[in-house]
């Protein structure tokens, strides 16, 4: 793609076509140019993963294995924590890390779980006393900012979904199974078929992301709202 003076004195030419001017995206402006529009085919389709707000939620590998070697039923409460970094970095695309998970439950149902529980109290309540501005997040301590109850409630009923670092180089979705928290970096969506996995990863995908997406750094920063709600299926 390139634009260039054509031999139409005071005309521009965008690949061999006279454009009067061009988009931030190298695109001819035209009544359709600029925000591309959401599609409600789309709609819910695509989560941000859950804002723990507190890294004391999460567990080194050998924590969660004592924890669950202890009481096994602190397994209700400990799940592999997947992120961005995770996805794009191991063969296996497998969580690195664990994490604590009292999802919306009151502070009495929590307290079932004395060791899990102990930990937040140490580890995420003197932090979260902290906080001025998020008076809610201080009360509930043990509860995340943001848990993505819709994200999880999608796909109770699924043992593998797509998954996206929303911020990386590649911009490359991949299948994980179904179990495991996921990071507020992380774009999931609900499709289990190799349809939808071979659309996401798609050329087509990637070039319409990019152009649609901010960026971090030297890193694509995709918004699902922008990236994928607009797309096309």
């Given amino acids: 793609m390139w634009l260039h003076r054509g031999p139409w004195e005071g005309v521009a030419t965008l690949e061999n076509r006279p454009v009067s001017t061009i988009t931030s995206v190298l695109e001819p402006v035209s009544r359709a140019s600029g925000k591309a529009h959401r599609l409600t085919s789309n709609s819910g389709k695509?989560?941000?993963?859950?804002?723990?707000?507190?890294?004391?939620f999460v567990l080194e590998p050998d924590e969660a294995e004592e924890l669950l070697r202890q009481d096994p039923r602190n397994a209700d409460v400990v799940f592999p924590y997947l992120n961005g970094e995770d996805l794009n970095s191991r063969p296996?695309?497998?969580?690195?890390?664990?994490?604590?998970?009292?999802?919306?439950?009151?502070?009495?149902?929590?307290?079932?779980?004395?060791?899990?529980?102990?930990?937040?109290?140490?580890?995420?309540?003197?932090?979260?006393?902290?906080l001025k501005n998020k008076p809610k997040e201080k009360q509930?301590?043990?509860?995340?900012?943001?848990?993505?109850?819709?994200?999880?409630?999608?796909?109770?009923?699924?043992?593998?979904?797509?998954?996206?670092?929303?911020?990386?180089?590649?911009?490359?979705?991949?299948?994980?199974?179904?179990?495991?928290?996921?990071?507020?970096?992380?774009?999931?969506?609900?499709?289990?078929?190799?349809?939808?996995?071979?659309?996401?990863?798609?050329?087509?995908?990637?070039?319409?992301?990019?152009?649609?997406?901010?960026?971090l750094e030297t890193r694509t920063?995709?918004?699902?709202?922008?990236?994928?709600?607009?797309f096309l299926l």
Wanted: overall charge negative; hydrophobic content about 45%.
């Fill in 140 to 215: 509930n301590y043990w509860l995340y900012e943001r848990r993505a109850i819709d994200l999880y409630a999608a796909i109770e009923e699924m043992e593998r979904v797509i998954a996206i670092s929303l911020v990386s180089k590649a911009v490359a979705p991949a299948f994980v199974p179904v179990g495991a928290v996921f990071a507020h970096r992380l774009g999931v969506f609900p499709y289990d078929d190799d349809a939808h996995f071979g659309l996401l990863v798609s050329t087509v995908h990637y070039w319409w992301a990019v152009t649609r997406s901010s960026t």
């Fill in 92 to 130: 296996d695309c497998s969580a690195s890390r664990w994490v604590i998970n009292f999802f919306d439950w009151p502070l009495d149902r929590a307290m079932q779980y004395p060791a899990c529980l102990g930990i937040i109290d140490t580890r995420v309540k003197p932090a979260r006393e902290q």
């Fill in 46 to 56: 695509s989560f941000q993963g859950s804002n723990v707000n507190g890294i004391g």
């Fill in 221 to 230: 920063n995709y918004a699902p709202t922008d990236c994928f709600e607009t």
